[in-house]
């Protein structure tokens, strides 16, 4: 298959990740979103590895992986706490840092 | 010893360290007499060292310096401190120290009944007016000359509003540091500019500049006038004189001290220190002469007017000034240091025999006393030997000083001048017999209910009267056989004049105040537009209120208005702008995470836009 067509695939799955982001209000969903991003870039990144045949793509993803796991389960728990807190996990009403 | 610096040296830091150990020691200063007894210890210390460098100076001749560089600067020290005697400044330093420890000793007397931590403060300010004075005398440079120009200033301040609690004594001290500060403005500026001129501060150097001619000329009239302004403060010449006066709240020894003896001429010492420079100016040398001839006959004709004992003295110092500063000014320093010295002997013995008088009667108005010769017949004599002196009486300390100064107005060539200054020692011999024939003579005016009879001062009083009489009558015998040698040729006619006019003043004292043979009313009527305007000071307070109130307190609003709504108002729209723009910013700040994904989506877009915007 062409380069172009792992880009689009990247493309269409940041889109719908970012799509989640902006229009979700329950956090969780908002994280989904996020994971959906990172894992379009490290589709970006695999698939620029192979076509120009450079290890160090593989490598760099090979990290970021992990490190997206320990995100979601950073985030998650600070939703849970923030959960507790306030009884509440929708974006919209945790606006304490509103001016 | 054959340096007189080092002597001068001790003289000048005795009374530092009695001033130190004072202001330190709280429970010495506080407990009164011992403080007192300390204070005059190291008085007569410094007066035996001022002396044993007179004696030094005197014998050696030329100048002698001790001196710490000061002010490091890359150029190497930018001034000095320390002492440089000659001849002159010994005989200023012996009459400095004498007269502050006769004065110190008398005030032992005269302020017998004050309580105890209010005569420790007197004598730490003494010792400190000790030390300033005696550091002004001996400065080498016009730097350490200005310091304790300010020190003596401060001294004079505090002492004038000794007894604070009184209004008018704090109001005159506060008139008497305002206005001589107006004067030594002045004086900053020209030593300033000065330096900006030759380059430094130090005398020697400038004299050595100015007998070899290097001094540039341009500009240096300005220069003398700054310095002359500040000179003019401190020994109150016309228009300043108008503070001394009133520095008559005082304690008297304090008057006698600062305001007669030694603070006062600091200003025509200054000049006298610096004649050479004034030479290269005649135009200030000129204003010099006229000024202080007009001073010495203004002061004169207030004096006749004044019924306050204190005030009579203060005006005939004024006058005495003005003479000094008229010989300066025609050209001869040496006249005017001569009058200084003299004249700082017998206004001294003026002041504290008025002193013994007032201590004895309780009041200043010679109205009030009257007939105390019989009642005080030491304080009698020597005030009358004073008075002799003041008058020009030969004999008697002031004659050769005062002819001296006439001779020398006329040398200069300043006839207007001389006129003015025979006038005003004329109306000085009458003056001042009015005081003596009120006082002393005629009859005892006891109406006023004081309790105690008055009589002679206690002996710490008594001694240092005597010893100022005894001083001023040796003076005149001594002129009288060894004249110092005159810069000038005296005219043959000029002293049977001047002892002429003086007993002529006398004479008319005595005929109005003692045989009554003219009556004062009518003396009085015949001089109503001078003597109404004299009982007003001739408007010169009242000017001088004109000015500071109408003048400066109206630029004083100006300014205050232009700050508060101006300068002010400006900064004020300023902010009030930047807190209105930031309340309406604010609300950009909505909290809510997902708005701030917007924001950052639309900043990517846009740089992404803009870098690859076609160019």
């Not at chain 1, 994280?31 to 192979?50: C, D, S, Y």
């Not at chain 2, 709280?26 to 007066?47: D, E, I, T």
């Not at chain 2, 030969?394 to 040398?411: R, V």
């Amino acid at each position: 298959m062409p380069l172009s067509a792992y880009l689009t695939l990247a493309a269409v799955l940041f889109a719908v990740g970012f799509f989640g982001v902006v229009t979700r209000r329950n956090t969780v969903g908002i994280l989904l979103g996020i994971e959906l991003m990172l894992n379009a870039v490290n589709i970006n990144l695999v698939a620029f590895a192979r076509y120009n045949a450079d290890i160090v793509g593989m490598l760099f993803t090979s990290f970021t992986i992990p490190i997206t796991v320990a995100e979601v389960a950073l985030g998650l728990a600070i939703v849970i706490l923030m959960f507790r807190m306030k009884r509440t996990a929708v974006a919209d009403h945790l606006d304490i840092l509103k001016g | 010893m054959t340096d007189p610096a080092l002597p001068a040296l001790i003289a000048l830091l005795l009374p530092a360290g009695a001033f130190v150990i004072l202001a330190v020691v709280a429970p010495l200063r506080r407990s009164g007499r011992p403080a007192a007894y300390l204070s005059v210890l190291f008085a007569a210390g410094a007066l035996a060292a001022a002396l044993a460098s007179l004696r030094v100076a005197s014998a050696s001749g030329g100048f002698s310096s001790w001196l710490w560089a000061w002010i490091p600067t890359e150029a190497g020290p930018l001034t000095s401190v320390g002492v440089l005697a000659d001849g002159d400044s010994a005989l200023m330093l012996v009459l400095v120290a004498l007269v502050s420890f006769l004065v110190q000793v008398y005030s032992l007397g005269y302020l017998s009944d004050e309580p105890a931590p209010s005569l420790g403060r007197y004598y730490t300010y003494q010792s400190l007016f000790a030390f300033s004075m005696m550091g002004l005398v001996l400065a080498p440079n016009f730097v350490q000359l200005f310091i304790n120009w300010e020190l003596v200033g401060l001294c004079s301040y505090l002492l004038i509003g000794y007894w604070y609690p009184r209004p008018e004594a704090a109001r005159a001290a506060v008139k008497a540091f305002w206005i001589t500060k107006a004067g030594d403005v002045g004086f900053l500026i020209g030593i300033v500019l000065l330096w900006r001129q030759a380059g430094t501060f130090d005398f020697l150097e400038l004299l050595s500049l100015t007998e070899s001619g290097l001094m540039p000329l341009a500009g240096l009239g300005v220069i003398t006038f700054c310095i002359y302004l500040g000179a003019s403060g401190k020994s109150a010449q016309f228009p300043f004189h108008i503070w001394l006066p009133d520095a008559m709240e005082g304690p008297t020894p304090v008057s006698a001290l600062i305001h007669a003896a030694t603070m006062v001429t600091a200003g025509v010492y200054l000049l006298t220190r610096t004649v050479w420079l004034f030479r290269l100016t005649p135009d200030v040398m000129q204003i010099i002469a006229w000024n202080g001839a007009f001073t010495a006959l203004l002061a004169a004709v207030l004096a006749c007017v004044q019924t306050d004992i204190k005030r009579v003295l203060a005006y005939s110092t004024v006058s005495q000034l003005g003479y000094m500063m008229a010989a300066i000014g025609a050209g001869f320093a040496s006249a005017g240091f001569l009058h200084l010295l003299t004249h700082g002997i017998f206004k001294a013995l003026l002041f504290l025999g008025a002193g013994a008088v007032i201590h004895a009667v309780g009041t200043n108005d010679i109205f009030q006393m009257g007939g105390l010769g019989r009642k005080m017949p030491q304080t009698t004599i020597v005030f009358v030997v004073g008075t002799l002196s003041l008058a020009g009486i030969p004999f008697f300390g002031g004659f050769f000083s005062k002819e001296e100064i006439l001779g020398a107005t006329l040398a200069g060539g300043f006839p207007g001048p001389f006129a003015m200054l025979l006038v005003g020692a004329f109306l000085t011999a009458f003056y001042m017999f009015r005081v003596v024939f009120i006082t002393f003579a005629g009859a005892p005016a006891g109406a006023h209910g004081h309790e105690h009879h008055p009589h002679d001062a206690p002996f710490s009083m008594a001694l240092p009267l005597w010893i100022l009489a005894v001083l001023s009558l040796g003076a005149g015998i001594l002129f009288a056989f060894w004249h110092p040698k005159a810069e000038f040729e005296t005219l043959g006619w000029l002293t049977p004049t001047a002892v002429l006019v003086a007993l002529a003043g006398i004479a008319l004292a005595y005929l109005v105040y003692q045989r009554r043979v003219i009556s004062a009313e009518s003396l009085a009527r015949a001089f109503t537009p001078i003597r109404v305007a004299a009982l007003r000071r001739f408007w010169l307070d009242d000017l001088f209120a004109f000015v500071y109130r109408g003048l400066m307190l109206t630029l004083s609003r100006l300014v205050g208005w232009i700050d508060r709504y101006l300068v002010d108002g400006v900064l004020n729209v300023l902010s009030a702008w930047t807190l209105m723009a930031g309340d309406r910013l604010r609300h950009l700040q909505s909290g809510r995470a997902q708005d701030y994904v917007y924001g950052i989506a639309l900043g990517v877009l846009l740089l992404m836009l803009w870098t690859r915007w076609p160019r």
